[in-house]
């Protein structure tokens, strides 16, 4: 297994009270990699440690160490000399509820671009076209790029989100819920996409749903509580009597 993410005795406080202690994990590039635990185990908190977002919190403490493999070095994401606009960058994340700008459809994509790289208007509208085919969302919206992002459906803008975070060119995706909020059949592409982006990015997705763990994860983690995370080995999650055993001795 090549590694992408190392962590090690993580820990993280909100305003004194652990969350996550003591954590050690060890995170296989591509994937997905699956992270599952019953709600306030401490899933998004442990997402947001690895690209600093806790820090944006009040109140909250982190320590340990998080290694991230970005192209062929490895980056100690704590480090006083790690620059943490550039760690988010390189490490995007995508939220459950999709959060789009009140922004047109395009300017969602370029207005990042613009404002975090300073790129000109050409690259940033060449980028933002090919994020928006990287993520099927080009047929459907490249005759409305200035209309309202609020006008498109759950699953378009949750795809936007996906894409605005693609032209930030990341190397890790951190996913949380990306589906919890779609339907069916909006859920199936997201699902179909993250398939395709696996061979391109490290893809680490938490979600609630066993099944959609069953059918696309490589490797997967149930997080017990903030001191307990469990590796589970493909045989035994993909088998469903089997997994949801181990489930049900969280509930
Ligand atoms: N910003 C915050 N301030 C205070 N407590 C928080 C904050 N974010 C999360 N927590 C607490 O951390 C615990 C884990 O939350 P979370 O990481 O969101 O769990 P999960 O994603 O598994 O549902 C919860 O008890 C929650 O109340
Ligand atoms: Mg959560």
Same mark, same amino acid.
């Given at each position: 297994? #090549?590694?992408?993410? @190392? ?6 406080? =909100? ?10 994990? *060890?995170?296989?590039? +591509? ?8 709600? +306030? ?13 806790? *820090? ?7 320590? +340990? &160490? ?6 062929? &070095?490895?980056? %100690?994401?704590? /480090?006083?000399?790690?620059?943490? *606009?550039?760690?988010? @960058?390189?490490?995007?994340?995508? =939220? &459950? ?18 404002? /975090? ?9 060449? @980028?933002?076209?090919? !994020? ?9 919206? #490249?005759? @409305? ?8 459906? +759950?699953? &378009? ?9 693609? /032209? ?18 909006? !859920? ?9 982006? #696996? ?25 017990? %509580? ?7 080995? #493909?045989?035994? =999650?993909? %088998?469903? %009597?089997?997994? =949801?055993?181990?489930?049900? *001795?969280?509930?």
């Amino acid at each position: 297994m #090549k590694a992408a993410i @190392r962590v090690e005795k993580l820990s993280v406080s =909100f305003a004194g009270k652990h969350v996550i202690r003591h954590l050690s994990l *060890e995170i296989a590039s +591509g994937g997905p990699t699956f992270l599952v635990g019953r709600s +306030g185990s401490g899933k998004t908190t442990l997402l947001r440690a690895l690209n600093r977002l806790n *820090e944006c919190l009040p109140g909250c403490a982190t320590s +340990g &160490q998080v290694e991230l493999r970005l192209g062929e &070095q490895w980056v %100690d994401a704590y /480090a006083a000399t790690t620059n943490v *606009e550039n760690l988010r @960058r390189r490490v995007g994340m995508v =939220f &459950q509820s999709p959060n789009v700008l009140p922004l047109s459809i395009l300017r969602n994509i370029e207005m990042p671009l613009k404002v /975090a790289l300073s790129l000109p208007a050409d690259e940033a509208e060449a @980028r933002a076209e090919q !994020a928006l085919r990287e993520v099927h969302l080009w047929d459907e919206v #490249k005759d @409305r790029l200035s209309q309202a992002a609020s006008t498109l459906s +759950g699953g &378009q803008q949750q795809r936007l989100c996906l894409a605005r975070t693609l /032209a930030l060119r990341p190397q890790i995706l951190l996913l949380d819920e990306p589906t919890a909020s779609l339907d069916f059949k909006a !859920a199936q592409r997201i699902e179909d996409l993250l398939l395709e982006l #696996k061979s391109r990015y490290t893809l680490l997705v938490v979600s609630h749903s066993l099944g959609q763990a069953r059918r696309i994860a490589e490797s997967l983690f149930v997080l017990h %509580d903030g001191e307990r995370i469990e590796a589970l080995s #493909k045989d035994v =999650f993909q %088998d469903r %009597d089997a997994l =949801f055993s181990v489930m049900d *001795e969280l509930i």
